[in-house]
C-alpha cells in the first residue's frame, strides 16, 4: 500500500476547476466492449449534463474503464455528485438486475480524480486520455478509436491528424488506472 489508505483519502474540490478522471468498471468486467453499453453511457451523461451541467474536454471509453476530463462551471464544485448519477443511471440501463445488495456491480465504488493544475499538466492529461487505446493495444494510433475525443480535439487544432503514432515522451511510462 502507499503512503496512505482509500479511507485516509481526501478529494480537493475546486469551484469551476478542470479535474482528470479515471472510472473503472468492476471487478475491471468488459462492460463497454458492447455498444449498447456505451450509448447506455452515453445517455447517462447526457441526462446528468441536462440537470448538472459541464464540460467534457476530453474522454475516452475502453472496454474496462474510461478517463475523462472536465471542467466544472463556475463556483460549482460537485463532481462526484456528477459521477454518483452517471454511474447510478448508467448501472440500471447496462445491468437491470441488482444483485441481494441492491448493487448492479457495473462500477467499482469509487474513482480517482486530480484537479488540474495548469496549461502543462492540462495537456499532459489530454495526451494520456487520448493515447489510451494505443497504449492498451486497442487500436495502432488515436485516430482509429471510436469511442474517444480525439478527432474532435483534432477539428479544434489541438492535435494533428497523424498524433500518437508512436508514445508521446511526456507521457511515456504514466499510469493512471
Known amino acids: ?18 479535474y482528470f478522471f479515471t472510472v ?17 453511457l452515453r445517455e447517462a451523461f447526457i441526462r446528468v449534463h441536462r440537470d448538472q451541467p459541464f464540460t467534457i474536454e476530453a474522454i475516452v471509453v475502453l472496454p474496462d474503464h474510461l478517463h475523462c476530463l472536465w471542467r466544472l462551471p463556475e463556483g460549482d464544485a460537485d463532481f462526484p455528485g456528477r459521477w454518483r448519477e452517471i454511474k447510478k443511471a448508467a448501472s440500471r440501463a ?20 486530480h484537479v488540474i493544475r495548469d496549461e502543462a499538466d492540462w495537456r499532459r492529461h489530454m495526451d494520456y486520455i487520448h493515447y489510451n487505446p494505443v497504449k ?5 494510433r488515436p485516430a482509429d478509436w471510436p469511442w474517444s475525443t ?28
Open 150 to 177: 480525439f478527432l474532435r480535439a483534432v477539428a479544434r487544432g489541438w492535435y494533428e491528424p497523424g498524433w500518437g503514432a508512436t508514445e508521446p515522451a511526456e507521457i511515456a511510462g504514466l499510469e493512471w488506472e
Open 94 to 113: 447496462i445491468a437491470p438486475v441488482a444483485n441481494a445488495r441492491h448493487e448492479r456491480e457495473v462500477w467499482q465504488r469509487r474513482f480517482w480524480e
Open 136 to 140: 492498451h493495444g486497442y487500436a495502432a
Open 24 to 40: 473503472v468498471a468492476h471487478e475491471r468486467r468488459p462492460w463497454f466492449a458492447e455498444v449498447r453499453n456505451i450509448a447506455a
Open 1 to 18: 500500500m502507499g503512503l496512505f489508505s482509500m479511507s485516509q483519502y481526501r478529494r480537493v474540490f475546486v469551484p469551476g476547476g478542470a
